[in-house]
Structure formats: C-alpha cells, structure tokens
C-alpha cells in the first residue's frame, strides 16, 4: 500500500493501543517489526523490550486491526480524490470523511458522489423534472397534479402527469436515502431495536424439517447468537426460510417511527396543504424501498461477518486445544485404522516415527478373522517392541478397541495401553501430495493408520500436515469466509508450533515450513541438506541450506532445536543473538554451561538486571533464566487417557442416569461435544457444563479434557445424545428431556426459541437457548465432513 503520512499512522497506533490495551508507542513498534518482515511468534518471543512486552494475543489482534485500518485508509483517500475530482469537496463534507471511523461511515458519506449506473432518477433529471420535484418540495401549497402537468413532455419521454410526478418522486427518493446522517441514524436504530424475521417458505416444511425451529422465529439482530445466525442463513441459502428485518418488535409501529424520521430529515410534515400527503408517501417509499433495503443488505452482512468472526474463533481455539494436546512422546506405537468390510489397516512406527511394518486384519464381518487378526497384531507388538495401541475413532472403532482389548489380555508381557483417537482428517492426509511424497509406495488407505500412530505420539508434529479446516473442530466452519478461515487458523498453527519448539534434526517439511520465518521451499531446504549431510550439529550450520539467510535465520533459529550438538544452548529456546548473555551469566557462576543449565537452585539465586545491556533488558534476561532451568520444556499438558465403559459400543446401549468417560472432541458457542466411543458424540447444552452460570464454554472444558458425564437422554432416531456434567441434578421427567442437552421440561414445539434465552439468578445458570434441529444436525454432518 501506499505510504501512510505520519499523522495517520499516528491515528492508527492510537486507535489500536486503545483496542490492545497498549501504549501508541508500543503498537508503532510493533508496526515497524511486523513491515520489517518479523513474525508474530518471533515478535512476542525475542522483541519484548522492543515492544514493551505484547504478548502473541495482543499481536494478533494487532495483525488483523492494522489490516481493516490501513484498508480504511486506503479508501478514505480514495473517496477524497473521487469527490475532489468532481469538483464537490467542501471544507465541511472533508472533515466527516476524515473522522470517519468506519467503512460503513465511509461509504454513508460518498453514496451522493459515487458513480452509478444510469439509474430512474438521473433519467428523470435528463428529462426535466428536478424543477417540479424541488418546487413540490419547497412550496408544499401547491396541487401536484396541476404543477406537474405543465411538465408534461413526450418528446422527452414524459408522457403524461402521472409519469412527471414519477420521475419528480424518483428524484427526492435519491436525494433524500443519500443522506449520510439519515441513513447513520436509520443504522442506528436498526442496529439497536432491528428484530430478524424467519418465516418457512411455503411447501418446504418437510424438506427442512431439522431447521423447524426457525419455521417462525423472530429475534433481535444485535443479539442473535453467532451460531444461530450462521444457521439462519444456512436455512435460507437452502431456500428452506426467508430471512427479513423488521425495524422493531412491532414491526408496523417500527416502519412508522423510521418514515418519520426519513420525514423529518427532508422537511416534510402533514399540515393539511395540498402536496403534502405526496410528499410524505414519497417518504414512506424511501424508506420501504430504498432505505430498509439498503441497511438490511448492510446490517445482515455487518452481522454475517462477526458471526464468522466468532465462529473462526471457536474454530482457532479448539484447533489450539488440539495441536497442543499432551503427547504420548517417543515410544514404538500400533496405530489401528478400523473398518468392517475392507479390514482393519496396521501401521506400526516406532519411537522416531519411522514407519516400521504394515498389515491388513479382519477381524470383524464378513471374514471374522478374530484370533487370526490378534496373533498378527501380538507378533508385530511382540518385533518392534510396542507400547502403546492407537486405535481411530470412525466406523468399527468399539469392535476394534474390543479387539485390542483381547490382545491386551492374551499378551500381558507386552504391557500394552490402548488409546481411542481422532481420526479426524486422516483421509484427507492419506490421499494428499504430501503423503504421496513421504509414502511413495504406501496403499492409500494404509497411510491413515500411519498417521493415526503419530498422532499419539506427537499430535502437533502429525496435524499440521493436514489442512486447518480439514481436522473438523469448527462451528459452522463451511459457512464463513474460507480466505478468513484459512488465514485465522494458520496463524493459530504458527503459533502452536513455535510455541513448542521443533527438532530440526527430526521434523518433518510440513513442521519446519510452519516454523516462524521459514517458507515451503526453506523446510524442504533443510530436510534435504539433512538427507544429504547428516544431523545438523548447531544452528550456525543452518546457514548453509540454500536460501536460508541471515534475516530467515534470525526469525527462525530460537524454535529450532537441536540436541546433542556442538552448542548446549542450540537445544534450548535461547536465541543465538542472545549467547553471549549466557556467557556473562556463566562467567559469574564460574561453573561451565553443561553443569549450569538445570540447576535451578543457583539459577534463582541470580539477579537479573546484572546481566542486562542496551540490546538486551529485564524481560529476555528472565526468559533465558528461565530456560536454563529447565531448557527444552514442553508446554503441553501430561499424557493421560480415558477410558471408555466395557460394553458401551453403540448409542443404543446408553441409557439416562449412566455415569460415564469422555473426551472433548468438539466445543461451540452453545455447548461441548463428547467422544463417549459409541460413533455419535454427545452434546453438553452449556446450562449443563458445570454448577454455575457459564458464558462461553471454553471457560470451563477444551477440546482433548477428559470429562465424566451423566446421560440425560438418548435419541436413536435422530442420533442425538444429551449429557450434563451436573452429575447430583435429577434426570428430567421421563418425555419431558431433551436431546440437545437442556435440563428442564420446555415444549420444545410450543417454545420459540428467543423465549428460550439465558438468564441469571443469582450466578446460576437455569436454562439457556436450546440447539435447535438444524443447529445440532447441521453441526454434527460438518463435523463428520
């Protein structure tokens, strides 16, 4: 873009540090790194003194601000030259645009200026009619009819009164909705008191059964949840509904309040004079068809947009939750990718990862191969000393976690443990390039079993060779944005991977390429240096791969980790630029680095401000104290796993009042999703999640937590399970639960869904909006895609 004047960049860094809760001076700083080229782990991480100590969060949020805002300035500008260039700027219409605060605003003011196509009132003034409109408008005492007939010109295309005083009203409709402080105001309004109306398109109620709730369902737009707006549009897009917005509650009082106010803004009132009634039928039409359309076009998309804001946030933090779960660690691992028919896929890795040995059981119908298909998998166990069984979670999962189960049982020397696991977008791995390229002359349908055992073993290292959108933890996530989407959960990615660190020695091009600073190309680079080579032996090598220099090389070198190398600190997250820090702080001790790092005991004993200089201040310096003290450490949780009931393999097994074991598979806005291992994840409604009022789920459970549930209700025709972790809350009156979750005995037929809306009593929560059939149904097939 072009470069900004300082006062405008000035007007940014203000705008955002009061957004970021920062200083101006710390957002340009900020600013100056991220045009520099500096990433955001590499910023929040080795920048701190430069930026006053923004964390990654506020970084983002900063990324994105400085995108909107440099675009919002990029178009003021734009506006400013278009209307100059009409010779139409004034002092005063220059001043509203440049306090403009939002593109909405923005465009509010150029809509008079900005070029159209030929539209019913250009053709009216062309024909002559302005002088009738403006007259009619100023002097209200006189007939239309009669003024207009004097205007009466067919040669111009003006056939007859009725055509004159068509073009007249043409022209104030035009003059009048083009007036940025009416049309504000009306947006105001609209956006306070505006009510979205949902009504079931005749003849399509069977068609959109699961969408009944919203069959007719009015809510007030600034409200509506995230999710349910999604769901609306979802409906409507599928011509199941049609969607309006209705000016108030009731409509026909709102529809009145807002002509008048389009009235008053031109000058027009009801005084009895002949031209009046006119004049305010000219208003009424401005406002129905012109204005209302307008701001409805504009509010629901304003609306669409942040709910795909929310939505690409529940996506970003579930993703976050998942990349970060705890890993198995190195240890040889089984991975068990089930199916019926076509047999159960065998992949065994061992404790790097490497693929060892493969095979293809059949244990279930139609070939029953069961003790066949254990004294295969006891054999590979027994030769490549297995630990750890990873069984997918998709179809055949119960019959094959029973059959790891046996194995277990009849190999008790081996020691296994058998974990379920996400499955999820492990085809889409399987029959990617990537995994063309890393299992040349693999079977397809053998390569998700190699990627369902890595994925214990190092679920970050595993999922990032699979597209964000792919691993299905979103809401609504075909809905929104896909460039949105796409950018939102990349960054999220780059954030989880740095924030673990990466074994450059080991990783993979796909977890190098998301390494802050490295391109495709680079990781590629480094892997095939390290084919041709050998390990690296220091980072300092790293500048040998081809086309990773020194400015890669510094946004890259402190996530790169490489042990038992040459330099100690090269398996820590201490930077290089920072070393010569480490060896004022082992110079002190007096002791070499190899006995220093790990002894926490005369780590804290040190003080900080001693080892500071003009590059490097208190807050690196704590860091790398830090990480002396415990080099290397992973951020991620302990490895813990669930276990699933004996003899619940199918949702026709669970009954109300059973306590049960769960994972986290999934959390939305209206609640959480669990992994019970019966094929169908239950629901948490987010009235159930815990003894008290919950406003957003993520505060109290994460995608990977291992819960225990109490079964609310079971519903096998629609699939539906109903959950509640208020496990001493009595089970709903028999007919009266609900599958979605909720406690209570609401007619879900008699009860809209806006009447259904969360309320506090005394910090508890009672009852909150219901997933309503197309929400839940909708959701559970995005998942499952």
Known sequence: MSQLNPATALRIAEAIAQEINARPAQVNAAVGLLDEGATVPFIARYRKEVTGGLDDTQLRNLEVRLVYLRELEERRAAILGSIEEQGKLSDELRRDIESADSKARLEDLYLPYKPKRRTRAQIAREAGLEPLADGLLADPTQAPEVFAASFVDAGKGVADVKAALDGARAILMERIGEQATLVGELRERLTRQGQLKASVIAGKENEGAKYSDYFDHAEPLHNIASHRLLALLRARREEIISLDLLPAADAEAGHAQCEAIVAQHAGIGDRGRPADRWLLDTCRLTWKAKLLIHLSLDLLNTAREKAEAEAIAVFGDNLKDLLLAAPAGPKAVLGLDPGLRTGVKVAVVDATGKLVATDTIYPHEPRRQWDQSIATLGRLCAQHGVSLIAIGNGTASRETDKLAGELIQKYPQLKLTKLIVSEAGASVYSASELAAREFPGLDVSLRGAVSIARRLQDPLAELVKIEPKSIGV???????????????????????????????????????????????????????????????????????????????????????????????????????????????????????????????????????EAFTDEKFGLPTVRDILKELEKPGRDPRPEFKTARFADGIESIADLKPGMLLEGVISNVAAFGAFVDLGVHQDGLIHISALADRFVKDPREVVKVGDIVKVRVIDVDLKRQRIALTRRLDDPLPTPGMGNADGRRGGNDRASARPQDRAPRRDHGAQRSAPPVGNALADAFARAKRS
């Open 474 to 608: 979103g809401q609504y996530q075909h809905d929104v944005n896909p460039f949105a989407l796409a950018r939102a959960l990349d960054a999220k990615v780059e954030d989880c991977v740095n924030a673990v660190g990466v074994h450059v020695n080991t990783a993979s091009s796909a977890l190098l390429a998301r390494v802050s600073g490295l391109s495709s190309t680079v990781a590629e680079n480094i892997v095939a240096y390290r084919d041709q080579h050998g390990a690296f032996k220091s980072r300092k090598e790293l500048l040998k791969v081809p086309r990773l220099g020194d400015k890669t090389f510094e946004q890259c070198a402190g996530f790169l980790r490489i042990a038992d190398g040459d330099e100690p600190l090269d398996a820590s997250s201490v930077h290089p630029e920072a070393y010569p820090v480490v060896e004022k702080i082992v110079k002190n001790c007096g002791r070499p680095i190899q006995q220093l790092i790990g002894d926490g005991a005369t780590l804290r004993q040190l003080k900080p």
